[in-house]
């Protein structure tokens, strides 16, 4: 039996807001002591035994209004240099593909050092220019969003998923740019001009 709705009343529902960082990196959150370290923060088991290229990505996630959201939190999942995600034959055992890193509570940029991924091949034989995944939440934000981090010095005209956009001015949103040696900058737009295409996943 269905119990009547005037009897309880729905919880009111809440963004993700600064509770996220008390659960997923409690000392950024001012939380310190829970863990040794953080959990998650770094893609590497070993950053010097890592193969292939070390690359940092800087950038910041922007509202609607043009404000650097600084409490923003982003997971990370990619492959390793070779193009072969953690648990399968051949991955690189230095490199767990995941990675959770913050926004800066000043300055609103998040930094994600990790490997430049590879090209690899999904479902079916189809091949996918190197990208990096990534998950969104911060305040206003009532679920996670996801995005696509691909490189400009890459060849992504035969993307699938590239592909698939229709209006093609805005595959740039999914573009980094290269600033420098091993130097990338990505940003993310909720909402406005430019804004970032974002993954129904």
């Known amino acids: 039996m269905v119990q009547k709705l005037d009897v309880l009343q729905e919880t009111a529902s809440q963004t993700a807001g600064p509770y ?8 950024y959150a ?34 609607g209004t043009g404000w650097a959201m600084r409490d923003a939190l982003i997971e990370s999942w990619q492959c390793d240099a070779s193009g072969i995600f953690p648990g399968q034959d051949g991955a690189d055992p230095s490199f767990t593909g995941h990675c959770r ?6 300055s609103g940029e998040f930094t994600l050092r990790t490997v430049k991924p590879g090209a690899y091949t999904g479902r079916g034989g189809v091949a996918s220019a190197p990208h990096i995944s990534l998950w969104i939440v911060a305040r206003g934000i009532n679920i996670g969003l996801n995005t ?19 209006q093609r001015p805005r595959v740039n949103t999914l573009i980094a740019k290269k600033t420098g040696d091993g130097t990338y900058r990505f940003d993310i737009r909720l909402q406005g001009q430019d804004e970032t295409v974002f993954l129904d996943l």
């Open 148 to 166: 696509r981090i691909y490189f400009e010095d890459e060849d992504n005209s035969a993307d699938p998923l590239l592909a698939r956009i229709e």
């Open 30 to 63: 001012g939380n310190g002591g829970y863990y040794d370290e953080e959990i998650g923060t770094t893609p590497f088991v070993d950053e010097s035994k890592a193969e292939g290229e070390i690359i940092e990505i800087v950038g910041s996630v922007f509202d």
């Open 20 to 27: 996220v960082h008390i659960g997923l990196m409690p000392t």
């Open 101 to 106: 890193f913050a926004a800066d509570a000043e």
